[in-house]
């Protein structure tokens, strides 16, 4: 029996059973593990053998960015506007540091770092890899980068380098149109995760061309390789790939020109363009006050931004397509056109007064006497407000604004250029839209002069003189090395064109019967055609009217008219168009005599740098200089008054004499 009182006998059979199962289980198991073992080294040592030997690589060696230079900025004579200079630099290698308090300490004496400068410098270091430069100081000058070259025995780890910088040699004049360079932002470097945007010494466009045209400008990263412990210890130097300069970048822009019309606007806040009427392209666009991109490229100071933020003349803004004013009478040229064009004959007179009614409001001249009877070609030569009253009512807003809007007036144009103002050439529909209401005849009468709700930025001045000089829809251009394109037709007939360009013409070449004899081109043979333009800001009461308070010259700077100039030369065969805006200048007189000594430097420059230099001796200086003086008086007004000097009278009661005990 194999069970005795309720027990199983285990017999020797059923033990060496069990065993023998359990012994396979078990190095099944074994096996199965040994086998996963295999296996995962297998991965790991074939399969995984690149990736592997790359993060060994990494480990073993690093590499240094080395910032691309960036392409050159060259106008049309391939004359530098932003070019790359040396530059000295001084950066801190970890590994190869020492001391490093007693080598900030030294560098301190040597460069004379503030406090904040080592403090930042000592923040760095904590942060940094044992490989990766810290910069202790950019834009270094020559004699101080050599003071520490001479003694960078002395100084492990302090490593003395030069690359280059950018530089702009006509520094303000082109400020606006160029731009300036800085360090990439915390959110400039998320959006890519570059490590080219962290570089030290790396930096990219931030305002101007130098940031619309980045992709072209910037050229690509070179490395240097160096080999490490498994610590980031350096051990040797390797290989070096270079780095790739950017692309040159030309312009339609005269270098010459650009600079010659910057400073001839002298103290003034306003814009220059000219354009050249044979290919749409913009030889001078310039905004002044302006900025020197050079202190951006080399680090504007907290006290230099600050000057330039509280400047009622706005120097960081570009007036050229960026401020918006209302045209004024240089309108009257496009106005003339659009009469033309819905059937006013040029010889119809109407009769000036010195003012025009509309209802119960009363509409002046310019001239308060009256021109009297006058036609066409004479209110345009005189600018006569009652004209244009007169015949732009009776075309109607609706008719007017189809002519402005193809003169290039509202329009946006295809520039490389970070922000445009585009104004507003009003019509009836407009009004509606924006305001609910309907179009009045007085809102039709104030636009006939440029006046209302009308708003331009000088860039459209320029390019409606260039579209009236050729009869043409030409497109104003900035990047050079483009084939010229065939701009189209106006389709408006010569005889009309012949009425505007006469008129334009006698504003300057009558005798001094125009409104800007005075900008008459002082070059034999050569002409010039224009129309000048006062543009109000504030309105003139009936009051100051009895008062005889109609002019703006005797108020504060900011309530003055803005003054405009457009015009064309020669007149026969034009190859210039120009429109210059004076801030606040007054009357448009002004701006034509910045406008005929810009485009004397085209035909004379002789003659117009000696108009210039006598100019500047009465403005205190050049550009450079006026602005060196305004740091100055800026930084003495922001400098605390000295502190009072107490005097103590002994013979006083209370000064602590007799046993008074001062409070």
């Excluded at 931004?305 to 209302?326: E, F, G, I, R």
């Excluded at 030569?381 to 009512?393: A, I, K, L, N, P």
């Amino acid at each position: 029996m194999r069970q005795l009182f309720g027990r199983r006998i285990v017999t020797e059979q059923a033990l060496a059973y069990s065993f023998t199962r359990r012994a396979i289980l078990l190095g099944g198991a074994q096996l199965g593990v040994a086998g996963l073992l295999f296996g995962r080294m297998a991965w790991l040592a074939i399969a995984q053998k690149d990736k592997y030997d790359r993060l060994a690589e990494s480990n073993r060696v690093q590499s240094q960015i080395l910032p691309p230079r960036r392409g050159w900025i060259v106008d049309r004579h391939g004359k530098p506007i932003a070019v790359n200079r040396p530059s000295f630099r001084v950066d801190l290698i970890p590994d190869r540091l020492q001391d490093p308090d007693q080598a900030i300490d030294e560098l301190r004496q040597i460069l004379s770092l503030s406090h904040d400068d080592v403090k930042r410098i000592k923040d760095a270091l904590d942060k940094a890899p044992g490989y990766q430069p810290v910069p202790v100081i950019e834009g270094l000058d020559y004699e101080r980068f050599a003071r520490v070259t001479l003694r960078q025995a002395e100084l492990p780890g302090v490593a003395p380098t030069s690359g280059f910088s950018r530089y702009y040699p006509q520094g303000a004049a082109v400020g606006h149109l160029v731009g300036y360079v800085g360090p990439a932002s915390a959110d400039e470097y998320q959006k890519t995760h570059d490590p080219l945007l962290i570089t030290p010494g790396f930096k990219v466009g931030k305002e101007g061309l130098e940031k619309t045209m980045e992709a072209r400008l910037r050229g690509q990263p070179g490395a240097k390789r160096t080999e490490v412990t498994a610590h980031g210890k350096l051990v040797a130097d390797l290989t070096t790939r270079p780095e790739k300069m950017g692309g040159t970048l030309p312009l339609t822009i005269d270098a010459g020109l650009q600079e010659y019309a910057a400073r001839r606007l002298g103290p003034n806040s306003g814009s220059v363009s000219v354009i050249d009427v044979q290919t749409g392209g913009l030889l001078a666009m310039c905004s002044m006050p302006s900025y020197d991109p050079n202190i951006f490229s080399d680090g504007i100071s907290t006290s230099e931004w600050a000057m330039l933020s509280a400047n009622d003349h706005l120097p960081l803004m570009n007036k050229t397509v960026q401020a918006l004013y209302p045209p004024g009478s240089t309108v009257k040229p496009m106005m003339a056109l659009a009469l033309q064009q819905w059937g006013v004959d040029p010889a119809e007179q109407v009769h000036c007064s010195g003012a025009y009614r509309v209802g119960n409001g009363l509409f002046h001249c310019w001239r308060h006497s009256g021109h009297g009877p006058i036609d066409m070609h004479r209110a345009i030569q005189q600018s006569c407000d009652v004209y244009f009253y007169t015949m732009g009512r009776r075309i109607g807003i609706d008719k007017i604004a189809p002519m402005a809007r193809a003169l290039g007036l509202g329009e946006k144009f295809d520039l490389p250029l970070p922000m445009q103002r585009y104004g507003t050439v009003p019509d009836s529909a407009w009004k509606l839209r924006h305001y609910k209401s309907a179009w009045s005849t007085a809102d039709t009468v104030n636009a006939s002069i440029g006046q209302g709700y009308v708003l331009i930025n000088p860039l459209q001045l320029a390019v409606m003189a260039a579209r009236i000089a050729t009869g043409s829809t030409l497109a104003p251009q900035l990047i050079g090395g483009r084939a010229a394109r065939n701009a189209p037709s106006l389709n408006i007939p010569p005889s009309h064109m012949a009425v505007v360009h006469g008129g334009m013409r006698d504003v300057i070449n009558s005798g001094g019967a125009g409104t800007a004899a005075s900008a008459r081109l002082q070059v034999p043979g050569v002409e010039m055609a224009g129309k000048t333009g006062s543009a109000q800001v504030r309105r003139i009461s009936m009051a100051d009217r009895r008062a005889g308070r109609t002019s703006s010259e005797a108020l504060a700077w900011k309530f003055r008219d803005h003054g405009h100039f457009i015009g064309f030369a020669p007149v026969e065969q034009p190859l210039y168009a120009v429109s210059v805006t004076l801030e606040h200048g007054n009357h448009g007189a002004a701006a034509a005599q910045v406008a005929r000594d810009v485009l004397t430097y085209l035909f004379a420059p002789d003659r117009a740098m000696a108009t210039l230099a006598t100019m500047e001796q009465g403005w205190g200086g050049d550009i450079a200089t006026r602005m060196a003086a305004d740091v100055r008086h800026w930084q003495e007004a922001q400098a605390p008054a000295p502190a009072p000097i107490d005097t103590v009278d002994d013979s006083a009661p209370g000064n602590g004499q007799d046993g008074d005990v001062p409070e």
